[in-house]
């Protein structure tokens, strides 16, 4: 995105249909991961429905819920001090794909580092004259935006979300959080530090259908959980080759590289292709993989688990193009205390042994639940929308919206369905993920002391270097 576009989530789409995936390859860093992060950025001189559903039914039709792209004026309206007229007033950093999602007709500030996903976003913009950028951090300096909306490719979330709160701005930033566990820590201290709010926009958690599959789990609706296993379709495309093309006039490709090693432009690394680098994006794992861990998360109650987890992970190369993440993947985390299994198949096309288009599968030690989706909707089983908690039954935490739920907590300083926190537990998960796959073996992890044990070569995954003159301290 220019420095946008988390774009393959759609606010109006939530069973994504088999997509033609397009996908560098980074060396491994050599920072050795403190716990305590010392961030401080800095970087060179500015520039300028509820059916009845049969599991037959469930497996055929996977409804859609819909979810505003546009969230009227009165939900931004605030008790207190911040903002004229009684309303927070938002500033939108990366203004393509999912970007143009998140900009309202009152939106006070828009950035991007392409004219053209500005120009769109502009056009969004009915009530007063907008503040325009292609340098995020003019943005963050003004007083008169109050919170940012962050929808850049994964590489800049860390620095963009760091800075943010820095300058007392609160945050909803797009999922993944973070493109390494180093910068994920960073932006949960920065977020702490500085006392701001930071939900991650993996907005499956504001979902009612996915509420009532955590509620029907956690209070013991399919037993004991023995094992989750979650799978997407994935057709990726193998076309990623081709000479260093010119920049385009519209386009600032040093910016929206950052923190990036250099390299030359291709329309196949940037925008929405930036997904299919590792060094920008991750892959499929942590792109959709992510908004299916969220739930996974949330439904076994594993948000704050601080014990071991082993990954181990396999899955096929392309064989051409610059695209270095895996085409087909497949990946297991074993848990313990209790013991349960983690599996994530990403299997390169439809695969018969899964049900519907993406989802997991729940298995417990007296039933199991199948939920499909998982990002702006899902849809669950018939016997989860119909469970009633019993007295002194679990019950959850219920956002109305994702939007209205990060709003809301900035006026009353609550914290969000899906904090900066969970979100780097979540994106943890899938990173993992990625390194035991680049090196090829079974790793553990210690959510605790967040380092891999025994594993100086993978401890060296936990962070990238950045390209000068980018670097961060809280």
Known sequence: ????????????????????????????????????????????????????????????????????????????????????????????????????????????????????????????????????????????????????????????????????????KHVMCEKPTARTIAEGRAMVQAARKYNRVVQIHAQGRSNPNAHAACQFVRNGGIGTIKRVDVWHPVNFSTNSWGEEQPVPSTLDWDMWLGPLPWMPYHPLRCHFNFRWLMASGGGFIRDRGNHALSIVSWLTNTDDYKGLVTCEAKGQRHLTGFYDVPATMEVTWQFRDPDWTLTWSQPGKPNPRFPGDWGATYTGDRDDLIVLGGDGGCEVEQKAKEFKVPPGGVE????????????????????????????????????????????????????????LVGDEEANRLIDEPYRPPWKLEV
């Not at 800095?42 to 409804?63: F, H, N, V, Y």
């Not at 325009?132 to 800049?156: G, Q, S």
């Not at 943890?428 to 796959?437: E, K, M, S, V």
């Not at 210690?446 to 380092?451: G, I, L, M, Q, V």
């Open 1 to 168: 995105m220019a420095l946008a576009d988390a774009q393959s989530d759609h606010p109006h789409t939530h069973f994504i249909p088999p997509m033609r995936f397009l996908q560098r390859s980074i060396s491994p860093g050599t920072h050795d991961f403190p716990i305590e992060v010392r961030l401080r950025i800095t970087g060179g001189q500015p520039m300028d429905g509820d059916s009845k559903l049969t599991r037959r039914e469930l497996m055929g039709t996977a409804a859609s819920l819909g979810i505003p792209a546009i969230i009227p004026s009165h939900v931004l309206g605030r008790q207190g001090r911040q903002g004229a007229n009684d309303r927070i007033r938002i500033g939108v950093i990366g203004t393509g794909g999912m970007g143009q999602h998140h900009v309202a007709p009152d939106t006070v500030a828009i950035c991007d580092v392409d004219d053209e996903h500005l120009a769109n976003a502009r056009r969004r913009i009915t009530q007063g004259e907008p503040f325009m950028t292609k340098d995020f951090r003019r943005l963050l300096e003004r007083k008169d935006v109050d919170a940012v909306i962050i929808a850049t490719p994964d590489h800049w979330h860390g620095i963009m979300t760091v800075m943010a709160c820095q300058a007392g």
């Open 396 to 451: 959850i935490y219920k956002s109305p919206g994702h939007r209205e739920n990060w709003l809301e907590c900035i006026r009353t300083g609550k914290r969000p369905v899906m904090d900066v926190e969970i979100g780097h537990h979540v994106v943890t998960l899938c990173i993992l993920g990625n390194i035991a796959w680049r090196l090829g073996r079974k790793v553990t992890f210690d959510f605790a002391n967040e380092r």
